[in-house]
């Protein structure tokens, strides 16, 4: 790490976000207080989403993990031991609220740590934003799509520039602004045209329709008219 990032313990402060496994949490240990580790909040929220999707607690769980109040939530989750429906979820709760329970500091805002370092966080993200970032990167940059290494990296960069509204430079020259293309919605009379001309539109359009009407085919079809 010190010679990667020019690390210097005794200036620098880290930031580490994880899972909870056990070789990620040792950095508690490891770095003392020169480190904040936060629980990945996406896991966290797609965790309690699965247990409690339609609970009635479900929305309490919600706003103490969206307020990084980790005791509150910790008793949230405590007060529905036994009102799930399968024996399954209930594992699943005891194994999350024994996880979390363990560093319930982890589920603090990791920016107001920072703040009491003398450090300032302003435009820092929430932690947990990275896993809903990259299911945005993985459909636009996959979808069928095959690519170098090189190509890969310049097309991330670029997204990341467009999301964040930073400078970029490019081939054809440097990118100081970007503006959002506007959607344009058909007028309402255009909708309504096409809802009462679609019956002439396709009138005709099947073959089997203009012959006999005795043959299976077409009373399959004439069977099938309004589905």
Avoid at 38 to 55: E, N, S
Avoid at 98 to 112: F, K, M
Wanted: aromatic share 10%.
């Amino acid at each position: 790490m010190e010679e990667a990032f020019d690390y210097d313990p005794a200036v620098h402060r880290l930031v580490i976000n994880g899972d909870g496994a056990t070789w990620i949490t040792a950095c508690r240990d490891y770095f003392q207080g020169r480190a904040f580790f936060t629980i990945d909040r996406f896991h966290v929220a797609r965790d309690i989403r699965r247990l409690f999707r339609d609970h009635r607690r479900y929305r309490a769980m919600q706003k103490a993990l969206a307020k990084y109040d980790g005791e509150t939530l910790i008793t949230e989750l405590n007060s529905a031991v036994g009102t799930l429906e399968t024996e399954a979820k209930e594992e699943r709760l005891e194994a999350l609220i024994h996880q979390l329970e363990q560093y319930p500091e982890a589920l603090g805002d990791y920016r107001q740590w920072l703040k009491d370092q003398g450090i300032d966080p302003t435009g820092f993200r929430p932690m947990g934003s990275a896993e809903g970032t990259m299911s945005v990167f993985a459909k636009r940059l996959k979808n069928g799509r095959s690519w170098v290494e090189k190509g890969a990296s310049a097309m991330m960069t670029a997204m990341v520039a467009l999301m964040d509204k930073l400078p970029l430079k490019t081939l054809m020259g440097r990118v100081e602004e970007w503006t959002e293309p506007k959607e344009e919605r058909p007028p309402k009379y255009f909708v309504e045209k096409v809802e009462s001309t679609v019956g002439e539109a396709t009138r005709n359009n099947i073959m089997y329709l203009k012959q006999r009407a005795n043959i299976p085919v077409y009373r399959a079809l004439k069977d099938l008219k309004g589905f």
